[in-house]
């Protein structure tokens, strides 16, 4: 188990709903749980990102501990522009990709 934490942008208001019966909202639509269980994670971005699909409006972004992934974390994304962790020259770089907005 490890710390998880979710911000969201613009996302219709069930997401705060949802995400505040099984995360702590410490700060205006950002969630974190200090011990939440991989398949409690992977089941939260599971409905988000059906949610997301249903309708696709404003930003969902999931980070959590991952040792396999650069830098250690994991991040999931739903919406617009899409990111990615980067390691360039020793230092930890995220990347914006164009958006697919209107695509």
Avoid: C
Wanted: hydrophobic share 40%; no cysteine; net charge positive.
């Amino acid at each position: 188990m490890s710390l998880v934490m979710i911000v969201t942008r613009d996302v219709p208001d069930r997401y705060n709903g949802f995400l505040a019966s099984a995360l702590l909202e410490v700060a205006p639509n950002v969630f974190i749980s200090p011990r939440l269980g991989k398949g409690v994670r992977t089941r939260v971005w599971s409905v988000l990102s059906d949610w997301h699909q249903q309708e696709p409006r404003g930003s969902v972004v999931m980070v959590w501990r991952d040792r396999e992934q650069t830098g250690g974390v994991g991040l999931g994304h739903l919406g617009d522009p899409p990111r990615e962790l980067v390691q360039m020259d020793g230092m930890w770089l995220t990347r914006r990709f164009k958006s697919t907005a209107g695509t």
